[in-house]
Structures are given as C-alpha cells and as structure tokens.
C-alpha cells in the first residue's frame, strides 16, 4: 500500500498538511514526498511494489504542469506501456501509476472506466490548474475527502490524516471521480446491466477461468508475495490457483487463538495438500484486549463485525511483516458477497438473495475491504483481492439469481462446482463457512463481549444514547468499540452507514449479534 493526499486550496500551510499525513506513514514507510502547485498541493508516502527503483517515486510530473498520486495497481500494465511507448510516450522507471499522466493526456476521465485496477488517486491537471480524484468501481483502495474552512476539497487515503483540517470526513464513493465540484459516477459493480444466461456447467467453468486470471494478474509485483490461509473455501482457493500457477512452494500464514482456534487445522490441511511454506501465528485474551484501542484508531470504524474479524487479521499482519519475508498478500474477501452468506440461506427469493449481494458489493468499501486494507497496510504490506477482480465480479453479480441461492443443500455451490478436481481436499473445498471471526476462535469474540460487560453496568443505554446522532450503539459490545472510535474520531461516525448486520427483514435473521453463530444454519460450521 501507500498513502496519498490532496489539497485543492491555500489556507492550509505545508506544514500543517505534512503533520496530518505523518499519520499514514505506515502505510508508505518508504519515502515521502510533497509537491506545492499554484492552487494546492499532493503527498506521497510510498510502499515499494512495482518499479523498486527511485524513477517510481510519486508525485508523478508531466511537462505541462500536471502531476498525479495514486495508491494502486493496474494490471496488465506491461502490454499498455508498450502500447503507450508506441505512441511516443516516455517513462522514466517501471512503475505501473506512471501510465496515467499519459492516460489522462490521451482519454481524460474516459480512462477510469478503461482501467484494470484497483486505485485510488488524485491527479492535477496543469493547463486548466485543477483536480481531479477517482476510485476503483468496489473500493478497493481508500479514499476521503471533507472541505477546509475556506469550502476547498481534501482528499486522503485515511481518515485520520484529514482529523483537524476538516469538520466532516466522508468516504469517496467508489466507482466515481470527481471533477469541477461534482461526483460523477463511471462504474456500478452492482449493476447487472444484462442478465447472463450461461447453463450451468459454462457458468462454473467461466468462474473457474475468471478467478485463476484474477489470481494470476495479482502475483505480477517486484517484491516477494504470500498469502493469508484461514483453510475456508476462498482463501484456500486462492492460494491454490497461486500455487499452481507459480509450480513453487508459496508462502502462507495462518492466525488462531491459542484457546480454541478452529481455523488453523483446517488452514493445516490445505497447506500441507498445495505444499506451501506454511507459518501459524497464535493470539491470546491479553493480546486482543491490549490491541483493541490501537485497533479501532487504525480501522476508523465502530462496526462489531468489523472489529471482530480484524483482530486476528491486524494481529497475523503484524507478524507477518516482523518476519520481513513479504511486502504483497493475497486474501479470499469479497467471495461472500458474491457467492452469498451462511444468512443469505433464509433470503425469501432469488431476487432478494440478488438485492442483498448488490447492497454488500457496494458497501464494500466500509465493511470487508475496508478490514483486508487496514489491518494490512498498517502494517507497511499491500492488500490484493483476487475475488474483486472486475471481470469476475462482473460475471457472478450477472449470473441469474436463481443459480446462486443455496438450493444445493451446501452454501456457493457454484463456486465449489468450478473447482472440484484436484485444487484442494474435500474436506476444505465442501468446508461449511465459517466467519473468520469466529473460527479464529470463538472465544475472541467472547473475550471482547466479556470485557464490555466489566466495562459498562445496567446504564449503559443511557450512556449509549451520547451517540444516538447515527447508528446508536445497541449492545455493550458496540457501546465500546463506539466509545472508542468517538474518543479518535468524534463526530465521524457517518463514515459507516451503519452495523454490518444479517438482514434483520427475513424470517430466521431477527437478531442481535452479527455472528453466524447465532443463527439456526450454523451446523458444522464452528468445528
């Protein structure tokens, strides 16, 4: 990952930008940047990925006065460079974002709905002395923005480089760019603009071919990658393709508590069947209560789900870039909102099984995503998500409703389909899903539930009540993580539409508590 940030006025002094952006400089340990313009300026904090070398270094500069930042990655640059080269163009390393002056030059805004990337960027435009910001149809790279005093625009990678210079944080929304004081949608991943009427076998093979490509476009870095393995269906796919296609042992890691976990047998297993070099990290009661605090800072979020499910991952993160051994990771999110959840069991038809994935696919960005880019990058590494390739997202958002709903007796059936044969065992590739925060180990969220109680007695609605102004607190557990996130972000907690929750609407998903542990379709899933 890296960090970037813009500023479109000149009421805020250099400095005072500089001292807000110091906050993400783990995201970009590397080297750091700042370059003034006539009306503005941009920062970079740069995690070495693609084009190792100093010519990578961003702010990128073009003749005419432009200049661009971008927290990204374009695949299939390599063939786009040449194509570029062809036409006159000329680079000076072998970064991947240093295509985009001239994209813009040659397509203007027409060029973020052509990329084949996740980014996040903000680029000034020099003969018309203005800026213009952009992120990635899902979300997948962050972005912010909020407006000084004097009404100018600041964008950021996180929201807590933007904590002091704005009243009002809001994220970016995906999909959009913004351009002379307006958001304009280019993509909606949600959308299914024509209904795919495949048969079933071309769907599963057209799922398989799209997700091993998507696989494969992401093992493209200078520096060396792994791989997080809980041993659930998608991350150990994942890792699978990665190891077929590399012919290689690849590097997995894998996170429990020390208690009870219950993935890092599974995760075991599947390591041991692709062969890889496998590495276990075990986590404690003391470990997730110390951390907690520092957690909900790095997050920017009061959400339970959240929280819960970053713990082990923030945690893993941390030791994995200890160990120094890899700088890129690749993960399994973005295959639940898909493929469907174990809630998703009781939607009431195909059409609202296909309303729900549309609503999480473009919440994305507050929920799962936001977890694998946080507890990543804070710890100085680059997220990649295999299954938020556009492509791939773009076919299983298409594919009729009625395929995808769990009519099979065995949650994404379509997806355990496309791979059967020899990528991994049975027992991981029919493995039930299972939360990560709960087959980390059902006794991280225990912990966190039974320090909220010693925290908070019979008034705690009334406490709770502070922070009625949006997504009011309604557990002790959420009280909190909210008392918290309020004590780093007072005011903000409109970053977050609200409580990742079951759809509370269906028949069998009233509840309280966010884990499938609550519901009646558990089944096998926490052994």
Request: proline residues 5%; contains cysteine.
């Given at each position: ?94 970064s991947d974002c240093e295509l985009l002056l001239p994209l813009w030059r040659e397509r203007g805004t027409a ?34 923005y909020g407006y000084s005093g004097s009404g100018c625009i600041l964008f950021a990678s996180e929201p807590r ?367």
């Open positions: 990952m890296c960090s970037i940030m813009g500023y479109t006025g000149r009421d805020i002094l250099l400095p005072e930008l500089e001292r807000a952006f110091a906050a993400t400089k783990c995201r970009g340990p590397d080297d750091s940047r700042t370059l003034a313009l006539p009306s503005g300026a941009l920062l970079f904090h740069r995690l070495t990925i693609m084009g190792v070398h100093p010519e990578g270094m961003q702010p990128f500069a073009a003749p005419d006065g432009s200049a661009v930042v971008c927290n990204g990655e374009l695949y299939g640059f390599r063939k786009l460079k040449r194509e570029l080269e062809a036409r006159g163009h000329v680079f000076a390393g072998g060029m973020f709905g052509e990329l084949d990337a996740e980014f996040a960027m903000v680029l000034y435009d020099g003969p018309s002395d203005s800026f213009v910001a952009a992120r990635d149809p899902i979300g997948i790279r962050p972005l912010y480089s933007l904590l002091g210079l704005t009243d009002r944080i809001v994220p970016f929304p995906p999909g959009h760019y913004y351009k002379d004081g307006q958001f304009i949608r280019y993509r909606d991943m949600a959308k299914v603009e024509k209904v795919c009427e495949d048969d079933l076998e071309t769907v599963c093979t057209n799922i398989r071919k799209k997700l091993i490509l998507g696989v494969e476009k992401r093992l493209d870095a200078d520096v060396p990658v792994g791989f997080l393995l809980s041993g659930g269906l998608d991350s150990s796919l994942v890792c699978a393709i990665a190891a077929q296609l590399l012919g290689r042992p690849i590097k997995t890691y894998a996170v429990g508590m020390s208690t009870d976990a219950i993935d890092l047998k599974y995760a075991r297993q599947a390591a041991d069947y692709i062969g890889s070099d496998h590495h276990e990290i075990y986590i404690t009661e003391r470990d997730v209560l110390d951390t907690l605090d520092e957690l909900i800072y790095t997050l920017g979020t009061y959400d339970i789900t959240t929280i819960r499910a970053s713990m082990g991952m923030y945690l893993l993160c941390r030791a994995i870039h200890e160990q120094g051994e890899v700088r890129v990771l690749l993960t399994g999110e973005i295959s639940d909102e898909l493929f469907g959840y174990k809630y998703t069991d009781f939607a009431p038809s195909p059409q609202a099984f296909q309303a729900e994935s549309e609503k999480r696919v473009r919440e994305l960005h507050m929920y799962d995503v936001l977890r694998a880019d946080r507890c990543i990058s804070a710890n100085s590494l680059e997220a990649r998500v295999p299954f938020g390739d556009l492509d791939f997202v773009q076919y299983v958002m298409s594919i009729k409703p009625a395929m995808k709903v769990n009519v099979y007796g065995k949650g994404k059936y379509l997806l355990r389909r496309a791979f059967e044969g020899d990528y991994l065992p049975p027992v991981i590739l029919q493995r039930e899903k299972a939360a990560f925060s709960d087959a980390v180990g059902h006794s991280l969220a225990d912990n966190l539930k039974a320090c909220a109680g010693r925290t908070y007695g019979n008034g705690w609605e009334a406490i709770a009540e502070k922070y009625a102004y949006h997504a009011r607190p309604f557990t002790k557990e959420s009280l909190l993580y909210r008392e918290i996130f309020e004590k780093h972000y007072p005011g903000q907690a409109e970053m977050v539409a609200d409580f990742w929750m079951p759809n509370r609407a269906w028949a069998g998903c009233d509840v309280r508590d966010p884990s499938a542990r609550v519901l009646s379709n558990y089944g096998a899933s926490g052994e």
